[in-house]
């Protein structure tokens, strides 16, 4: 009995999930991915194989940069390139922070933000989550661009607009931080430090212990893309004493702390850099860093 009631679960399983085809077919705003897996003579290896995809609908499609058109549709690789890096061979079952490798070779992030009750793949947040028989298909609202191979320090190290950050953060020794595993970079551009003054940022600039607490203020664990980000978030940060910064949101701004984020979101493999206003400074250290 119990051995009957188990394979008709099962077969009532396999019966409830569409096809890739079905799916393609039933929803109209996957048309575009649709056309374009046939196009990239794809479509036949999605049905062969357990796959995760990440389906972009038709107006992503559309809002892809004049620029990026125009290569598309005249360079048949990076189209298919492009169209690979939304699939992941295997039906995966996806984890918060978790980088799974994509039929481009190439790695996207998946985050699962609970507080919001949303999740992203590279930051792009996730609609709609269609089973199909074969894996699962989620629904994205852009298309996934394979975003340069570099880590969040190759990132503040290379920006000019991060240079003053990179070299405080030479002085404190704190590259190996900036290559770990899953890391969240709040970073001050060059703009941010003349609210110090240069007789401070001297001082500070002499004092690399003070520069290591507070660098390590502006860090945290975990990939932070802006969609999880939420009012009155504490950030647990990297400092020693492990100081929260506070997430405020407010008319389309957020800010951590006093700080306003102006370049969100800037993709790393290790995680993400926001690119903030201001420094960060933990109050405990007003005296010093003024009088260095
Ligand atoms: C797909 O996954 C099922 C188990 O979930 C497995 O039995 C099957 O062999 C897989 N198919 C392929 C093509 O890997
Ligand atoms: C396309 O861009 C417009 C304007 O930025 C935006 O409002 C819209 O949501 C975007 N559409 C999709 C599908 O992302
Ligand atoms: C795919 O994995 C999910 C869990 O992550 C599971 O619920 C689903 O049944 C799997 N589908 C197939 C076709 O193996
Ligand atoms: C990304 O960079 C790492 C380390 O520099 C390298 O080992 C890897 O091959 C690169 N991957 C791609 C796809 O370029």
């Known amino acids: 009995m119990r051995v009957l009631y188990v394979m008709v679960l099962a077969v009532f399983h396999v019966a409830l999930s569409d096809t890739l085809t079905e799916v393609l077919e039933s929803k109209l705003e996957l048309l575009v991915m649709k056309r374009l897996l046939e196009h990239c003579k794809l479509t036949e290896t999605l049905l062969?194989?357990?796959?995760?995809?990440f389906a972009p609908v038709n107006g992503a499609f559309r809002n892809l940069s004049e620029d990026m058109l125009d290569k598309l549709?005249?360079?048949?690789?990076?189209m298919v390139e492009l169209l690979k890096y939304h699939v992941v061979i295997g039906n995966e079952s996806l984890q918060n922070d978790g980088r799974y490798q994509t039929m481009n070779g190439r790695h996207v992030r998946y985050n699962n933000y609970q507080h919001n009750e949303v999740s992203t793949v590279d930051g792009v947040i996730i609609t709609e989550i269609v089973p199909i028989n074969n894996g699962a298909l989620y629904i994205i609202d852009e298309v996934l661009i394979p975003y340069p191979n570099r880590t969040?320090?190759?990132i503040i190290s290379t920006d000019p607009d991060f240079s003053q950050s990179y070299e405080f953060i030479k002085i404190a020794k704190m590259e190996e931080l900036l290559l770990g595993d899953?890391?969240?970079a709040f970073i001050p551009v060059n703009a941010g430090y003349e609210k110090l003054?240069?007789?401070v940022r001297n001082n500070v600039a002499m004092t690399p212990n003070l520069l290591k607490e507070i660098f390590g203020y502006h860090l945290t664990h975990g990939t932070l893309y802006s969609p999880g980000l939420y009012n009155s978030e504490k950030v647990r940060t990297l400092s020693?004493?492990?100081?929260?910064?506070t997430i405020r949101q407010h008319n389309g701004y957020t800010r951590v702390n006093y700080a306003t984020i102006k370049r969100p979101d800037i993709k790393a493999t290790n995680g993400?850099?926001?690119?903030?206003?201001?420094?960060?400074?933990?109050?405990?250290?007003?005296?010093?860093?003024?009088?260095?």
């Open 48 to 53: 062969s194989e357990n796959v995760t995809i």
């Open 73 to 78: 549709s005249t360079d048949y690789n990076l």
């Open 152 to 154: 969040v320090l190759d």
């Open 182 to 184: 899953d890391v969240t």
């Open 197 to 199: 003054g240069a007789a």
């Open 240 to 245: 020693t004493l492990r100081d929260t910064a």
């Open 272 to 292: 993400v850099v926001h690119g903030i206003n201001l420094v960060l400074v933990q109050s405990r250290f007003y005296t010093a860093i003024l009088s260095g």
